[in-house]
């Protein structure tokens, strides 16, 4: 051997000759069945290669090539396994010289076919898979660099690489069960297919560009399908892990759009498959999160909330179809909601990984598919139609209830956008109690920036709230304009939700923790004084009950009350308002246990059959706390009025038939300068004509005005200085004319007849001078002219 080695180094043109020779040999030895003289064939013609690297290596790499495949056809284990090691050999040399016309079509066959040996023996069953996933590793790493090569990349190539990689990865706890003993675990771990063929599919994701990423993850998809294996989805989210941490983070968007249109071409298959698909959607988004998702943010949301309407439409109506007929597949409910599950935890899931600026678009771009009773969103009628808007309603909102938990913004502005705000509180308005609880939670989300919001899901009246730790931030100025420009608005929705009747112990738990996480993040004095306010006006709905609210509500009303009061009075630490509270909340627990939240916020509330004849010691007192709190710097003649709130246009989307048939607003004002306060001025109906004669006409006037200073700009700008001159003069001499006017009448009294003033004495008197006609001595000119 060394000889021919010398003797192939020193004539390199004869090595062409030696591989044809050799491969002869091989061919006739393989043929006669001797398999010791292949054996010193393939050695000799590995040997070779390895030492040889000159320019017309090219013929000699042929020859190894067609005993190498010589190898490979054969039926023998053995053979198929020196082969491939062969090759294996030949794809880790560096060739100096190009090759044009290589092909290794029949090796990716070859070696992806021995990946599915099914040999009975089980040992040799391994050494095949093994040999065949090292062969395709050997492929990838001879051709995936050399642009003049076969382009690996191919679906042809892919479609057979791929699938043969993941055939030999789902059998890994097979292999796993096959170690007899721990101290054999390392040795067996080494001859695991599943663990090479992770391996080789880590290295060749890790080689893939950017144009061969869909290439590479096509063939996944259709072996998930094809093997169902969506459904148990364990091996499908190992699957994509790995290719999520073994491509470059800068092509992970291209993964997650392969995803997601996967997801629409399977949006008419079982719910447990497109839950599967949803599953690992989301692993892979949070890891692709950490890279980069580039511009399928948007996007994968948008195909979620969709895949979210079509199944609840195959909810409803229980076929894929719209009608159910002899071929149609019946949609089992239970699992179309174990699908709007797990589509809504991957939102949450993929949410919490983005950045705030994006979470919030992603908040505004969910929010705006939530269908409102409005001319820009007009909903389903019918029967069908209104459990369709209601459950997308919901689904929706549980979205943005995910997206929004953990949500940390410093500026509430920016939190929570005018638009946006709007948008949900009309939700809070709507007649359903399931939506109007995740209205409140949601905001509750977006309040709760110092994570205080479990210390409030139990109402009670503690004695001292130190026991909370709670944690109190200083009102920002942001938070402080967000409050001036919304804090009524929030007022008036929290005190309409005070008010329903459907209302549960879920709901009042939610809005008391949303008076007190306002009254810690977003409070100064003036928005401690109208929640205050807020409270004592929902107290009076209690008392007065003019919305014949079930004794529940009214007794849990006055349990809120309480609860806020004596946390508020001890955040602010006006001891003569801790006092008062703490007063009240006595005399209940004498008197009334069935107004605390500790008889009336349990399983089995306590409650009182008669609640008309409550006496003013059970009463939070306005007069009183006013005049605590006036005594220590608060504004008292605002804590005097009490709280109405005002009902505005957009109580229409409530679909509350009280409102709702509001056709024009009326506006009444009250005479306030005629001592008789019960005549009232007629009320002025304010219709869409009168908005627009009113506006055109402003309009109008506003443009003569702007006329007319155009003119004059321009007269004064291009005219003449004569003209101009004699223009000021002649309006000067106007001016002075009117002024000697006004002087003769108040100087001068009035002329007599006689053209004399007769005096007291009947003594005649001549004229009297005016000022303006007396004649002052030079010193005074000075002085004037000074003034």
Request: hydrophobic letters at 40%.
């Amino acid at each position: 051997m060394e000889k021919l080695t010398f003797y192939a180094l020193s004539a390199p043109e004869k090595l062409d000759r030696i591989g044809a020779y050799l491969s002869e040999r091989l061919i006739r030895d393989v043929g006669r069945h001797r398999y010791g003289y292949v054996c010193i064939a393939m050695e000799a013609l590995d040997q070779l290669l390895m030492a040889c690297h000159c320019q017309s290596i090219n013929l000699f790499v042929e020859s190894f090539l067609k005993m190498v495949a010589k190898l490979l056809e054969s039926e023998k284990p053995n053979l198929q396994i020196l082969g491939t090691n062969s090759f294996v050999k030949f794809a880790n040399i560096e060739e100096d010289t190009p090759s044009y016309h290589r092909s290794y079509d029949f090796f990716v066959s070859r070696f992806s076919e021995m990946c599915h040996s099914s040999h009975d023996d089980m040992e040799i069953k391994t050494k095949i898979r093994m040999s065949g996933i090292k062969g395709l590793q050997g492929v990838v790493r001879k051709t995936v660099n050399d642009e003049l090569q076969a382009n690996i990349w191919d679906p042809q190539h892919m479609d057979k690489i791929v699938p043969s990689l993941l055939f030999n990865l789902q059998h890994i706890e097979e292999a796993e069960s096959r170690s007899p003993s721990p101290l054999q675990a390392p040795e067996k771990e080494k001859e695991n297919p599943a663990e090479l063929a992770e391996r080789c599919l880590r290295e060749l994701l890790g080689r893939a560009a950017f144009g061969n990423i869909k290439n590479a993850i096509k063939p996944v998809l259709i072996h998930l399908d094809n093997h169902s294996l969506w459904e148990p989805k364990v091996f499908a989210i190992r699957c994509f892990k790995i290719i999520m941490y073994s491509i470059q983070p800068q092509h992970s968007h291209l993964v997650i759009q392969q995803l997601l249109s996967h997801l629409d071409a399977n949006s008419r298959s079982a719910a447990t498959v497109r839950a599967g698909i949803v599953e690992v959607l989301s692993e892979a988004a949070v890891i692709a999160a950490t890279g980069s998702v580039g511009p399928t943010v948007l996007e994968m949301f948008n195909t979620l909330l969709r895949q979210l309407r079509l199944s609840i439409d195959y909810a409803l109506t229980g076929s894929y179809d719209g009608a159910i007929s002899l071929g149609t597949k019946i949609i089992k409910e239970h699992e179309e909601r174990m699908f709007q599950e797990a589509v809504i935890k991957t939102i949450g899931s993929f949410a919490s990984t983005l950045p705030t600026y994006q979470r919030s678009e992603v908040i505004l771009f969910i929010m705006s598919k939530v269908p409102l009773p409005s001319l820009h969103h007009p909903m389903e009628t019918g029967k069908t139609g209104e459990n369709r808007n209601r459950l997308t309603q919901i689904m929706l909102l549980k979205s943005l209830l995910q997206v929004s938990t953990g949500f940390q913004c410093n500026n509430m502005m920016s939190a929570l956008p005018s638009n946006f705000l709007d948008r949900l509180l009309s939700t809070a308005l709507m007649e359903d109690a399931e939506i109007r609880l995740f209205v409140l939670e949601i905001l509750i989300s977006f309040i709760d920036r110092h994570g205080n919001r479990h210390k409030f899901s139990t109402i009670s009246t503690l004695s001292d709230i130190s026991v909370l730790k709670l944690k109190v931030d200083k009102c920002s100025r942001q938070d402080t304009v967000f409050m001036k420009k919304h804090s009524q608005q929030l007022y008036r929705h929290i005190y309409l939700s005070c008010k329903e009747e459907t209302n549960i112990q879920r709901h009042y738990e939610a809005l008391y923790s949303l008076l007190a996480l306002v009254s810690i993040e977003l409070a100064n004095e003036e928005v401690v004084v109208d929640l205050i306010r807020l409270v004592l006006a929902v107290q009076d709905v209690a008392q007065v009950n003019e919305e014949n609210l079930p004794v529940y509500n009214r007794c849990a009303l006055y349990a809120l009350g309480a609860a806020y009061l004596n946390l508020i009075s001890q955040l602010t630490a006006v001891p003569a308002f801790c006092q008062h509270t703490h007063e009240v909340i006595e005399t209940r627990k004498k008197e009334a246990p069935y107004m605390l939240p500790e008889d009336v916020f349990v399983e089995r509330p306590r409650l009182s059959q008669n609640l008309d004849g409550v006496v003013i010691e059970l009463l939070f007192r306005q007069s009183k706390i006013s005049e605590v709190l006036g005594g220590s710097g608060y504004n008292s003649d605002r804590l005097c009025l009490p709280y109405i709130p005002q009902l505005t246009d957009e109580d229409r989307l409530s679909k509350r038939k009280s409102i709702g048939e509001t056709i024009s607003l009326q506006v009444e004002v009250e005479s306030r300068n005629s001592p008789e306060k019960e005549e009232r001025v007629p009320a002025e109906e304010i219709t869409y004509e009168t908005l627009k004669k009113a506006i055109v006409d402003s309009v109008a006037v506003e443009e003569q005005e702007r006329e007319r200073r155009r003119q004059v700009v321009e007269k004064f700008q291009k005219a003449p200085f004569e003209e101009i001159a004699a223009h000021c003069g002649a309006r000067a001499s106007l001016l002075q004319s009117k002024l000697n006017q006004i002087f003769e009448i108040t100087i001068r009294p009035p002329p007599s007849p006689s053209g004399t003033i007769t005096a007291a004495y009947g003594q005649p008197q001549n004229h009297s001078i005016p000022v303006y006609e007396m004649k002052f001595p030079d010193l005074v000119y000075p002085m004037a002219a000074a003034t």
